[in-house]
């Protein structure tokens, strides 16, 4: 945690981006990777002004449209003047990798009101556990109440029963904008929500895993599974693995739930590798499980993999944990499903829809990679600049 | 045993010999069927005879699985569990229940390693962190006994409480990075001796700490007297609120020793995560060790064997590499048999006429009167 103090430095200190090349401010860059998300937005085929326009421009100029000069931030300015967004934020639960959610949204809140004079209010709601979505929902209709204009959530709870309480929210005009949800299992027009931003589990997670699994150990070998409590996440992070290694010569030997935390992915992996150590690779399918995974391959005396052998791991996140442990080379890989850039791209879309009545693209996917040791530095610099960006309660 | 006890000690064992064939025959096998659900209805039988088929069946079928490393893992695995399940035991048997027990071993574990990266001494890190513990379980004892609290609504209160503190802390972020080699030893990720890991020992010291305390001290019987029956408890003398209020204390030490150990061994904290449900796998491993959820009743043995019994189900159906969908099931109905097992061998040694006058320490079904404490 050390590593992860809240810096709430002033603004020169936060201008250079670690991570990008120099010269790169953090207006400039904020600017640039906006436009790129309108390109990923208009790549999901969904109408919209942002993804449609934008996308379609970018993708024939190779280079941000959007207007950063004075008088575009005079023109927006005017739009935000009097107006005052009251986001709430609920998360399955409390863990890093929705706190560094939290903090690409307050990178970008700062980043609007220094430029536009945007006003915000936050309210955070974080669940007991991953299970206590009744919670979550009533607080949703308590923000409804209390007249927020604006709720990202990321929830566990039945599609359906979401679905009717955010089609209830937004009638009574409170936005919701999902976040790192699974956009992907359901079709884009049964979605009631201004925006799903996050990325594909399947073609963006699950497969990518399988990918590098595929190319490491040399399209050969057998693997475990150390999976997560049943639901969307963990069925289409499943379905994109077994796309990836369908017709390889990786065959998955073992499967079992460690329920995404640390001691239950250490007790299934354990379990597993006592049963069987003869395995080249455990794809954990969150960050807590890996860290689990690590430690079950650690106490069975087990060699991680080193570049040519040893037992891969791999998981899926994208934390500050996952880099730190890759460069000490206790995990092999993480899938970067990107949450700095999720926490972001929410307040691009909701500026966009709130402030300047724009309608975003359905479906928002950010950029996903495969993370190990040849290139943790760059979303290691990333996620840290965004925990420059205190959390406070709005402006 | 208790009709064979009679027949010898009342001299009718010789004439005995003159009865009928039938009528000795008939009272044979009462006298049998007594005797095992005696024992099946001892504290924590149930748990043992489902270790010992598993060892009997395992051993046959895969005896990797109960080998002395497999049982060192599962052991090893278990201790977190059993540390807390034995203060839940002593909150259940004094007719109270602790839910926040997983928040403060998790509060303990991020406590242990933010301090550590602080750079407090280990020794006074683990005092302080214990002191933490004490804190919770007073606060849980007092809210209780002298607010009128319910003892599910504090706790629960106190588990959301612990768990929002944590957060608000942590910011949700992780304690990373704290763990030495030595913390590595004291958490049981390392070994001391082969097959063999301090928190194991710690684990059988409190165990052992706990069974004496229940059977041979004042407390002990205090804590059973008013478990069973709060309002004879106050007639009789004992006061009953530090009597609750000490039991919450041991369960808010035991939960912080188990977060400092659990800290060692997983070297990170997760706020959210950590620890999480844990408290109801203290309450099944308590249950299934023979505590009854109306107080009076219950064995630290018994805890131990129950937690122990619980990371054999799963590691099982691991080992089988059972569609993990059907473990939850699996690990739900062989809990309810070991139950049904335990409340069978109740009933039928309550209905053998059972009329040995009940020591202490012995398991009695007790109905509970309302408590007022």
């Not at chain 1, 589990?201 to 070998?221: F, I, P, R, S, V």
């Not at chain 1, 690779?281 to 499980?289: D, F, L, P, R, T």
């Not at chain 2, 958490?187 to 069974?211: D, E, F, N, Q």
């Not at chain 2, 097992?341 to 040694?349: D, E, F, K, N």
């Amino acid at each position: 945690m050390s590593d992860q103090t809240h810096d709430s430095g002033n603004g020169s200190e936060r201008e250079a981006v670690p991570g990008m090349p120099d010269g790169n401010t953090r207006r400039g860059f904020l600017r640039r990777s906006a436009g790129v998300v309108a390109a990923t937005a208009g790549a999901t085929s969904v109408a919209g002004a942002l993804g449609g326009v934008a996308g379609s421009a970018l993708a024939a100029t190779g280079d941000s449209v959007f207007p950063g000069n004075a008088a575009w931030d005079a023109a927006v300015a005017k739009y935000a003047a009097g107006n005052t967004l009251k986001i709430g934020w609920t998360p399955t639960q409390g863990e890093d990798f929705f706190t560094a959610i939290e903090h690409g949204a307050f990178a970008q809140l700062t980043e609007y009101a220094e430029l536009f004079g945007l006003k915000y209010t936050w309210d955070t709601f974080i669940p007991t556990g991953f299970s206590a979505v009744e919670n979550q929902i009533s607080t949703v209709q308590a923000w409804v109440q209390k007249g927020l204009n604006a709720i990202m959530i990321c929830t566990a709870a039945d599609y359906a029963t979401t679905q009717s309480v955010f089609k209830a929210a937004q009638a009574k005009g409170t936005n919701i904008y999902e976040v790192n949800m699974f956009a992907e299992l359901y079709p884009t027009g049964s979605i009631n929500c201004v925006s799903a931003i996050g990325y594909d589990n399947n073609t963006q997670a699950g497969y990518l895993a399988g990918e590098y699994l595929k190319k490491t150990l040399n399209n050969k070998g057998r693997i475990y599974l150390v999976w997560g409590s049943a639901g969307n996440w963990a069925t289409s992070r499943l379905a994109g693995l077994k796309a990836s290694l369908k017709g390889s010569g990786i065959e998955i030997v073992g499967f079992q739930r460690g329920n995404y935390v640390e001691d239950q992915g250490l007790a299934a992996a354990l379990s597993l590798l006592r049963h069987d150590s003869n395995v080249n690779g455990i794809y954990a399918e969150n960050s807590e499980m890996g860290v689990g995974v690590s430690l079950a391959v650690k106490q069975l005396g087990l060699k991680p993999w080193n570049g040519t052998s040893g037992i891969v791991t791999i998981t899926s996140n994208g934390k500050l944990s996952d880099y730190q442990n890759i460069q000490n080379g206790t995990l092999t890989a993480v899938v970067n499903c990107n949450p700095v850039e999720q926490g972001r791209q929410s307040i691009i879309a909701m500026l966009y829809h709130q402030i300047l009545g724009y309608t975003p693209a359905a479906v928002i996917n950010v950029p996903t990679k495969v993370i190990d040791k040849t290139n943790y530095t760059e979303p290691l610099a990333y996620y840290k600049w965004a925990y420059t960006y205190p959390l406070t309660g709005g402006n | 045993m208790i009709v064979a006890k009679k027949k010898t000690t009342s001299g009718h064992a010789s004439s005995a010999a003159n009865d009928s064939g039938g009528a000795q025959e008939h009272r044979a096998s009462t006298s049998t069927v007594l005797n095992v659900s005696s024992h099946v209805a001892r504290p924590g039988a149930a748990p043992a005879l489902f270790i010992v088929l598993v060892c009997i069946v395992m051993g046959v079928a895969s005896p990797g699985f109960t080998s002395l490393n497999g049982w060192y893992f599962m052991v090893n695995e278990s201790v977190f569990i059993i540390l807390i399940a034995v203060g839940m035991t002593v909150v259940l048997i004094v007719g109270g229940i602790d839910l926040s027990v997983g928040s403060g071993m998790a509060v303990a574990a991020a406590l242990s390693g933010q301090l550590l990266l602080d750079g407090v001494p280990m020794a006074l890190v683990f005092v302080i962190v214990l002191l933490v513990g004490v804190a919770v379980g007073l606060v849980n004892g007092l809210l209780i006994t002298y607010v009128g609290i319910p003892d599910f609504i504090a706790t629960l209160a106190m588990l959301t409480a612990l768990r929002g503190v944590l957060l608000i802390w942590t910011q949700g972020n992780p304690v990373l990075g704290y763990v030495t080699h030595a913390y590595g030893v004291i958490g049981g990720s390392t070994k001391i001796a082969p097959y063999l890991t301090v928190p194991m020992l710690l684990t059988l010291a409190v165990a052992i700490a706990g069974s004496v305390l229940l059977r041979y001290t004042v407390l002990g019987r205090h804590i059973h007297a008013v478990g069973g029956d709060g309002d004879a408890a106050v007639l009789m003398g004992v006061r009953a609120k530090r009597v609750k209020i000490a039991c919450y204390v041991i369960s808010g030490v035991l939960a912080a020793l188990s977060g400092i150990l659990l800290a060692g061994y997983l070297s990170q904290v997760s706020p959210g995560t950590t620890a999480s449900g844990y408290e109801l796998m203290a309450v099944a491993a308590a249950v299934l060790g023979g505590a009854s959820l109306s107080g009076g009743r219950g064995s630290v043995f018994g805890a131990c064997l129950g937690a122990i019994a619980l990371t054999v189900i799963t590691n099982l159906l691991s080992w089988w590499n059972v569609n993990p969908n059907w473990s939850d099931v699996l690990v739900g109905v062989l809990i309810l048999l070991a139950a049904l097992l335990q409340r069978a061998g109740v009933i039928v040694a309550t209905r053998g006429g059972q009329t040995k006058r009940p020591r202490l320490a012995d398991p009695q079904p007790v109905t509970r009167a309302p408590q007022s404490v």
